[in-house]
């Protein structure tokens, strides 16, 4: 349990918040790429409890500005693309993508009034399916040498989902090895071979055990955690009857992201990334280490399950995220589908908008979460004493240096744990198309 007041500090995200100060330290996952492929390329952006509007003015680039006019605050996700920048619809003010007012023409000849008008702006980039936001103050740091940033575009598939929860809780279900054991069960087991996509259908490490049965027959793992540069490593380890350890790596990549196996070939990079205090979206950038991604078939397996333009998911607390006991008695755990992203949807909504942590009881397997509240806490006192260098990836580390992380699975034979993930990430990396450095 912790206090009310260190809830309120560790979840909430508008301006001037604690972890809303963290969090603006980082770059953002503010939409993906693919909201900007229609003939208008406009959208709304809700972040960090800020309402702004993204576009891709007529030169290519791209601009991230208030939503409110600073004129009257009329809804600039109306306004004319054009002139490279956006031009309100009300009275024709226009602003550039430093969200300077370059021009108000209904105003007298020769006026200058439009110099003093500054609406918020952030900088912005694409990376890999993804636009990203800068929303802290002074330059924006370098990007980390991640997997999901050093492949190529063609190896990597980027989408999103909402979730109606606080951004917190959302990622502490990504930091919680033991789940998966209970809340992702499958009562029978599915051909790996049709995995292709999905998570936890595939063979574990190399061995002839499905994930699935592999999880529901070993549900007490050992976990090891681990402070990295980059933010957290954790070690799920499962000891198998045979005497072999099952070792799965996973990390927390500060502040809000976690990079977790997906299957052999595949790791997912995801953010839980705050719209505001009480709604998130998760961001996922699924990265391949063997053939280019099939980015049709994994945006037409995920868009069954989400609606646009909001990548609502389908199943939610209005429909019961399609609960249905005669399922749960026979086919899964949570009677709510095959689909593990509405497993964690239901576990994270259902806790409510901010899961109230002065009633909650963490045990021996919290511990990535326990760890991960000390970190935040840390930053948080960091930045308040000014002292901004002491934050994971700010502390005289060159982001640019952070590579990986490993996140895989792997089969320790002779209780050789850290090796038997090292020469499974060595084989994945060597036998890459685009990584093939080890
Ligand atoms: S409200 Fe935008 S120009 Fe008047
Ligand atoms: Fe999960």
Not at 32 to 41: A, F, I, T, V
Not at 141 to 151: I, M, V, Y
Request: proline share 7%.
């Amino acid at each position: 349990m912790i206090s009310q007041e260190l809830n309120d500090s560790l979840t909430r995200v508008g301006k001037g918040t604690d972890a809303g100060e963290v969090l603006r330290r980082y770059w953002q996952p503010a939409a993906l790429s693919d909201e900007l492929q229609n003939g208008r390329p406009v959208v709304p952006v809700r972040l960090l409890g800020e309402d702004l509007v993204l576009f891709r003015d007529t030169a290519g680039q791209l601009g991230l500005i208030g939503r409110r006019c600073p004129h009257r605050g009329v809804d600039l996700c109306y306004g004319r693309l054009e002139d490279n920048g956006l031009r309100c619809p009300f009275h024709g003010w226009h602003f550039n993508r430093s969200g300077q007012c370059v021009e108000q023409p209904g105003e007298p000849e020769g006026s200058r009034m439009h110099e003093q008008i500054q609406t918020p702006a952030y900088p912005v980039v694409e990376k890999n399916g993804i636009i990203w936001a800068y929303m802290g103050p002074g330059d924006p740091p370098a990007f980390a040498d991640f997997d999901c940033f050093r492949a190529p575009d063609t190896h990597v598939f980027a989408f999103k989902g909402l979730w109606e929860c606080n951004w917190l809780q959302a990622l502490e279900v990504g930091i919680d090895p033991a789940h998966a054991s209970f809340l992702h069960r499958f009562l029978q087991d599915e051909d790996p071979d049709d995995s292709y996509g999905k998570q936890f259908r595939d063979k574990a490490a190399n061995t002839e055990i499905p994930m699935t049965r592999l999880l529901r027959e070993y549900p007490r793992p050992d976990i090891q955690v681990e402070e990295m540069e980059y933010g957290l490593k954790l070690t799920a380890l499962r000891y198998l009857d045979d005497g072999r350890t099952h070792v799965r790596v996973t990390n927390q990549i500060f502040p809000e992201a976690i990079c977790i196996p997906m299957s052999r070939e595949m790791t997912i990079t995801q953010w839980h990334v705050p719209i505001d205090d009480e709604n998130c979206y998760w961001y996922s950038m699924f990265t391949s280490f063997d053939k280019p991604v099939n980015k049709e078939l994994m945006r037409e397996q995920r868009l069954q399950e989400h609606s646009l333009p909001d990548y609502a998911p389908l199943k939610n607390a209005r429909n019961n995220y399609g609960y249905d006991p005669s399922e749960q008695a026979k086919l899964t755990y949570t009677g709510m589908g095959l689909d593990i992203n509405v497993h964690d949807q239901w576990a994270v909504e259902s806790m409510g908008g901010i899961q109230d942590r002065t009633q909650e009881h963490l045990g021996k397997t919290d511990i990535g979460i326990i760890r991960y509240r000390r970190m935040l806490r840390s930053a948080i006192a960091a930045l308040k004493d000014g002292r901004e260098t002491d934050l994971p990836m700010k502390n005289g580390c060159d982001p640019r240096q952070i590579q990986g992380p490993i996140s895989n699975d792997s089969l320790a034979e002779n209780g050789a744990l850290e090796e038997a993930t090292l020469t499974s990430d060595a084989a994945r990396r060597a036998a890459c198309p685009w990584d093939a450095r080890l």
